[in-house]
């Protein structure tokens, strides 16, 4: 359990990631628990690192004295090569995003998974887990999918443009979860999967500011799904106002972003920030355009 004389450094590994949001949330949930608590982005783009790079950074860091690294794309699995331990989670999932340093040992987590748990459970309570259309089944798309098991669905039906790797994730996933079915489509097969569908997932990069526009056709979209996105840039994604103007409950990738700070957060320190203070500060970075 940390103390108000015990100070952090944490830093953040991944390309692009000097925009991020990471610093100033856990910084401000530091503030309120009176914790001293410094967070860097370690960009490896700046740096003209590749992601082999991430075991040379997290030595070096664990050499200058830091406790710990959340760690995003392109490493998070690169990065277990490198790590004396895992947790469960994040060696059934091939996935670490956050690396805590021990007695000179790392190990690795995985909040991605439980920061869209958190997200399904605080922002859509009691939403019907029958069945769920998943779109992507990528890297942020296998910690989504795992959760999704986890919380309970009964059918999961994933669907990706590559066909080699949604089998390959659905294959995985149900030897995780005997108890569900886990199937893998493709594209073609969306309009048919979402009449049969409770929910609808978007994992895919489609409706960022990078990659604008819609996951799917969404004529099919009733006032009885609900709909989530892990995209929180913008949060108001198009999918999500196309679905809350047809009556469809939806869940903004806010969330997601706010639990997976929560979870890393408590990894590191001991402690669980009050998610509604962190989720409330991350709106008003969004609003800022920070």
Known sequence: ?????????????????????????????????????????????????????????????????????????????????ELDTLSDHARRLGAVNTVLIRDGRFHGENTDFSGFGFALRTGLPGAPLGSVLQLGAGGAG?????????????H????????????ERAAALAGHFPDAS??????????ALLEAADGLVNATPIGMHQHPGLPLDTSAL???????????????????????ALGCRTLDGGYMAVGQAVGAFTHITGIEPDAGTMRAHFLDLIERGL
């Open 1 to 81: 359990m940390s103390t108000p004389e015990q100070s952090y450094l944490v830093g953040l590994i991944g390309e692009g990631v000097e925009p991020s949001l990471s610093p100033p949330m856990h910084e401000a949930a530091a503030d309120a628990h009176g914790l001293r608590y410094l967070y860097r982005p370690i960009d490896l783009l700046t740096l003209g690192r590749e992601a082999t790079a991430v075991g040379d950074l997290l030595r070096a860091g664990r050499d200058l004295g830091y406790n710990a690294f959340n760690i995003t794309h392109p490493c998070k699995q690169v990065v277990i090569d």
């Open 156 to 167: 999961l039906a994933l669907v990706d443009t590559d066909a080699g790797r949604c089998a």
């Open 142 to 154: 296998s910690a989504v999918a795992y959760a999704l098991l986890d919380a309970g669905v009964g």
């Open 182 to 191: 886990v199937t893998a489509h493709a594209p073609d097969e969306v309009p």
């Open 222 to 244: 009733r006032p009885d799904h609900w709909v989530a996105d892990v995209i929180y840039r913008p949060v108001d994604t198009e999918l999500i106002r196309t679905a809350a």
